[in-house]
C-alpha cells in the first residue's frame, strides 16, 4: 500500500482529531461538497503516503 486518505465533514472535529493523532495530513477543504441533513457542507480530506509513515516510526 502506497497511500491511504479518508475525510469527514469539516464541523466533526473528534474525527479529525483521530486522523491528525495518526500522523495523517491535511490535503484539501472542499467547501459546500456534501449533502447532509437537509444542506451543503465542508469536507475535509486527510492523506498518508507510506514513506509519511516510516519517517515517523
Do not use: P
Amino acid at each position: 500500500m502506497y497511500r491511504v486518505t479518508t475525510g469527514c465533514l469539516s464541523k466533526n472535529r473528534g474525527s479529525e482529531r483521530v486522523m491528525q493523532k495518526n500522523g495523517m495530513i491535511k490535503e484539501a477543504e472542499h467547501k459546500a461538497f456534501e449533502w447532509h441533513d437537509g444542506k451543503m457542507k465542508d469536507r475535509l480530506e486527510y492523506r498518508l503516503l507510506k514513506d509519511e509513515w516510516k519517517r515517523e516510526r
